[in-house]
């Protein structure tokens, strides 16, 4: 079993609707982060939380610690929201990142 | 201010050339990581700095790989007769510090390596 797990692997939706992404951990964490892959493109940073909630413009995440959840929302999505999404997260004993596998996200106009 | 910056973006180099790919983190950024990203797969940690110290080497998946930071800024990734196995994208990663509750750390848009 992977330490770390999203749902779904694929989705695809109509432009505006509301996106939700969830990740599950199964270790002990320090922080959990949230990052974008466009296609052929880097990874952007989009959220660092180890608590609570962060909002920045049209995205939202969320983390349980008690649940060891934590979910990505895309509100009034849009096509150049069309990427990968990918939860990773800090250890508490390990400055490295363990990554999930990601999910692919088509936003259609 | 500048991001981190990686060069080249795209490097082809036919099996058995030596490759180097250089790493420019963000001005005053003290940990630098490098990544290998498969196709399809997600990134897997190769190497971490910490200035110019190599604290962490052991994802590094062959001695053909080597990793440095003589002067704690600018890092290079350099692989020693390339394999077809070595095509990924290679992903550097730079972070202001190492905190007890975790850090953010600030991507490059990584080195596509294809081995021919």
């Not at chain 1, 008690?66 to 990427?83: G, M, N, V």
């Not at chain 2, 990793?67 to 992903?91: C, F, H, M, N, W």
């Amino acid at each position: 079993k992977n330490e770390v797990e999203q749902s779904p692997q694929n989705l695809t939706a109509q432009e505006g609707e509301f996106i939700t992404i969830n990740c599950s951990y199964s270790v002990g964490i320090s922080a959990l982060h949230w990052l974008q892959q466009h296609p052929g493109g880097g990874i952007v940073s989009l959220f660092m939380l180890s608590s609570g909630k962060k909002k920045h413009g049209r995205l939202i995440a969320t983390i349980n610690i008690q649940e060891k959840h934590s979910s990505l929302h895309i509100t009034a999505s849009h096509p150049r929201d069309s990427a990968v999404y990918i939860c990773a997260v800090t250890m508490d004993s390990n400055y490295q990142l363990i990554w999930g596998a990601g999910t692919k996200l088509i936003i259609k106009p | 201010g500048a991001g981190v910056s990686q060069s080249p973006r795209y490097k082809v180099a036919k099996r058995g050339q030596d490759v180097a790919l250089r790493c420019d983190p963000i001005s005053g950024h003290v940990s630098l990581f490098w990544y290998q990203q498969a196709l399809g797969q997600g990134p897997e940690f190769l190497t971490y700095f910490q200035n110019e110290a190599q604290l962490d080497k052991s994802g590094l998946p062959s001695d053909r790989f080597f990793a440095e930071r003589p002067e704690g800024s600018v890092s290079t990734l350099k692989i020693q007769r390339t394999q077809q196995e070595d095509s990924a994208v290679y992903l550097c990663a730079s972070s202001l510090v190492l905190g007890q509750r975790g850090y953010e750390q600030y991507f490059g848009p990584g080195t596509r390596l294809t081995v021919t």
